[in-house]
């Protein structure tokens, strides 16, 4: 009589756990909140991080800059005009805001918030304060960042 194999369940439950392990990890990285997806993006910004900050914009955000341009402008900024390699910020205060859009013409979204952020850069012309309305919008699940050019 033929000896069957038992069922191979040790490669089917490491599969399973290397899923599992990706899914936690992606969710590690996506914004569950407005305030979450705003500290993201300054963390990657205060860190050197501008690819990863522009990979949390909306992509209306990501159709006014590529990514490329982004980067090089961003970093320009801080760099060469601030004279700064990295910045602190707060969080300030966060509203809920209806009907809101980007600039005219844009699409209106039904529901954002509004999240005022302090940026505190110490340069080589002295220590001075930021102050930027961040729009933060749900889009397919997740908040990203918006800007306002009205």
Do not use: C
Not at 20 to 48: C, D, M, N, R, W
Request: glycine residues 6%; positive net charge.
């Amino acid at each position: 009589m033929r000896r069957r194999k038992p069922f191979p369940l040790i490669p089917i439950a490491m599969i399973a756990a290397a899923i599992l392990l990706l899914i936690g990890i992606f969710h590690l990285f996506t914004p569950s909140s407005p305030k979450t997806a705003v500290q993201l993006f300054y963390t990657a910004e205060q860190t050197g991080n501008f690819g990863g900050a522009w990979d949390l914009f909306h992509p209306l955000m990501q159709d006014r800059f590529t990514k490329n341009a982004y980067v090089t402008e961003r970093s320009h900024i801080y760099m060469s005009h601030y004279g700064v390699t990295t910045f602190s910020f707060e969080i300030l205060k966060q509203k809920k805001v209806r009907r809101w859009r980007m600039a005219k013409g844009s699409p209106v979204f039904n529901e954002a918030r509004l999240i005022k952020v302090r940026q505190t850069f110490k340069s080589k012309f002295g220590t001075f304060d930021v102050l930027q309305d961040v729009y933060v919008v749900k889009e397919k699940g997740d908040w990203k960042i918006v800007w306002e050019y009205e």
